[in-house]
């Protein structure tokens, strides 16, 4: 009694996808960019949201000096 070795792919076949390879290299692109996009808008909100509010700080009413923006008390 030999035992058959079958190989299958747990995932999607390619032979059974109903999308042409155009569809899939558009949707591939679109999922690059913005992964791409997400990751760049980290970094520049992670960077930028300090300074944001010491700009939006000093041009408020009473304008207050950088020293007392800055300072913890």
């Known amino acids: 009694m030999a035992s058959k070795v079958s190989l299958r792919s747990k995932g ?30 980290k970094v520049v909100t992670h960077y930028g ?10 041009n408020s009413e009473p304008k207050p000096q950088l020293s007392q923006l800055l300072s913890p008390v």
């Open 12 to 41: 999607k076949s390619s032979k059974s996808s109903s999308k042409s390879s155009e569809e899939k290299s558009a949707t591939q692109a679109f999922k690059e960019w913005t992964t791409w996009a997400v990751k760049k808008a």
């Open 49 to 58: 949201f300090i300074p944001l509010v010491i700009i939006i700080g000093m």
